[in-house]
Structures are given as C-alpha cells and as structure tokens.
C-alpha cells in the first residue's frame, strides 16, 4: 500500500519529526511512504515523490518542515482537486496524513467526498485551536519561545520604570497568551474569548504603581485586536511609558521541544496504524485525557474549539483584585 503526508497551512514545529516517523514506520510496516512537497499546491502540481530513509535524515530536531507547507486557493475549485487526485491515482496513493489545522482538515474532508481517498489528520498548529484535541503539535514549542522572550522582555522591563505589552500569536484563540501569562506571571493578559476588565484592574495598578510598582507586563493575543488600545491605556490611564513587542513569526520557529518529539511520534503511529487496518478514514487523531483516538472529521471541523474553564478562570487569578 502506498500512503504520502503533506503539511498545510500554518508550519509548526514538529512537522519534521513526525514526517520523519511517518518514513520509518511506515517502511516497517512494509508498506511504501510518499512526501507530497508545498501541500495542497503540491498535490495539484505533482509535487509527490517516494521517501527515502535518507529524505528524513537529520531533520528530528529541526523546526518548520522539508516538505514546505501552504495555503491553497486553487484546492477549492473542483477541476484542481480533480488533478490532485489523478496525480495522486499515479502513484498508488490511497491514503494520507495531513499535518494541518482545521481549514485544512476541511479541504481534505471534500476531497475525500469527491474522491475514493482515505485521510487521517494530525492537529498541528501553534494555536491550539482544533476542537476534540487538547493538543496540537507545535504548541509546546512555541510556548516555550514565548516564555524565552517574556523571560528577556522581563530584565529589561524590571531595569525600568516602563509597562510591556507583548502581543502573542493564537489567531482567533486566546490560548497561548493565557498559558504565557501564567506561566510569566504577567499582570495583565487580553484574550478575544473575554472582555477585557479593564475597570477592574485600573484602580488597583495606579495605587500599585503610586506605591512603587516599577514595571507591568501585559499579553495581549492578536485575535483579541486590542494592542493599540491597551497600549494608550497603559500609556494615558496607568501613566507608565510603555513598550510594545510584537513576536510574530519567531512563535511558529525553533528546534521541537521532548514534547513536541514525542506527540510527533505517537501521533504519526496512531495515524498511519489507522489508515493501514481501516478504509474508512475521515478522520483525526486526538489527545484527550492522555491518549490517542480517532475523531470523525465532521465532528472536528463542526465544531469550535473552546478555552477550556480552568484557563478562563486563570484569567482572574493573573492579579491580586
Ligand atoms: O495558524 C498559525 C498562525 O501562526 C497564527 O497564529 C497566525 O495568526 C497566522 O498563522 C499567521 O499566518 P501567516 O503565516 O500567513 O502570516
């Protein structure tokens, strides 16, 4: 049996361990591994080859993928899904992993409608965003950036008498600037999944700083869209001079965390396991509770992932009011 992985949309690290695993295990159990390069595209324009060991040597502890990854516009019109398939049909492919997140999830969920293909998903993505997983491989490394550079921020930030305002990635989900404001203990964190308290807070930061507070960290998550205003805030109403750091794109980089390694590994078995003893794969992989299952694609995609309660209720525990 022939099966291939891709990566779509948004790299993460992690991609290349579990590329690297999918390889090997896949040639242990006899059967043939393919790398379909530049994702989505890559299906559309051939882009497909079959693995050698020697393809995935050296790459475990690298981050971002050397498969490239992208975000295909083309893959919505049924005559490119049309092509992908028949290149896929070339090789043998019957079945694939996709590491991606749930647009990409939901590209492939046609393309197993229109077409007689087998996938199994693996959640991977910074933002932890995916419903019916409590984690998505990437995440572990990114937060382990941020912590590095709230770590550097926060020397700087204790030398002055300034406010720091990070913005972290996340997309539409605030839950890498919860974990990094626990983790950091940052007095202030601005998800979208929650109005900011501002009010709250406003009174007890002024007689704070009156009394000597010398600096303040604040995370906002790009999706809550509130760094501006923040900003002005701390600026006008706490009336600390403040800076602003925007991590962007260092977040998705860096060498895979043990952890990430280790979800790569058993991800990409529990995946390729599926797809060799079943032919009716719609289908993620997902972490609940500490194990691997299998999710019907409509479930995850049908679904929006929601903060959990204790990181919600985390959010009043940040400060002291
Ligand atoms: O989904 C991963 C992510 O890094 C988000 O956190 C971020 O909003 C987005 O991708 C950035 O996308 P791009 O790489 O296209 O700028």
Redesign the pocket.
């Known amino acids: 049996m022939a099966l291939a992985i891709m990566c779509s949309?948004?790299?993460?690290p992690g991609m290349n361990p579990a590329i690297k695993k999918f390889v090997d295990y896949v040639y242990k159990r006899g059967e043939r591994p393919y790398l379909i390069y530049d994702g989505l595209e890559g299906m559309i324009d051939n882009k497909i080859k079959q693995a050698t060991h020697r393809d995935v040597v050296g790459i475990i502890h690298n981050g971002g993928t050397i498969i490239r990854s992208s975000?295909s516009k083309r893959f919505f019109d049924y005559d490119f899904r049309l092509k992908a398939y028949e290149n896929l049909q070339m090789h043998g492919i019957t079945a694939l992993v996709i590491l991606g997140?749930d647009g990409s999830f939901r590209a492939l969920n046609q393309f197993s409608k229109d077409f007689d293909i087998n996938f199994v998903g693996i959640p991977t993505?910074?933002?932890n965003?995916i419903y019916g997983t409590e984690y998505c491989l990437g995440v572990d490394t990114a937060l382990n950036v941020i912590r590095d550079a709230l770590d550097k921020i926060r020397d700087t930030a204790s030398s002055f008498n300034r406010a720091f305002l990070v913005e972290v990635?996340?997309?539409d989900c605030g839950y890498?600037a919860i974990v990094s404001s626990m983790i950091s203990g940052a007095e202030i964190c601005v998800i979208p999944e929650k109005p900011f308290e501002r009010e709250r807070i406003e009174e007890k930061l002024k007689k704070e700083v009156a009394a000597g507070r010398n600096y303040i960290l604040a995370i906002i998550a790009?999706?809550a869209k509130q760094t501006n205003e923040v900003y002005q805030w701390l600026q006008d109403s706490i009336g600390l001079d403040t800076r602003v750091s925007i991590l962007g794109?260092i977040?998705?980089g860096g060498n895979p965390t043990v952890y990430d390694r280790m979800m790569a590994f058993d991800f990409t078995v529990t995946a390729v396991d599926h797809l060799l003893t079943h032919n009716d794969s719609n289908k993620v992989v997902v972490f609940q509770k500490g194990d691997f299952k299998l999710m019907e694609i409509e479930e995850v995609v049908g679904n929006r992932y929601t903060l959990p309660q204790h990181f919600l209720d985390a959010l009043h525990l940040l400060d002291q009011s």
Not at 9 to 12: L, Q, V
Request: hydrophobic share 20%.
């Open positions: 949309g948004g790299d993460a975000r997140g993505t910074i933002d965003d990635m996340g997309r890498l790009e999706g794109h977040q998705r």
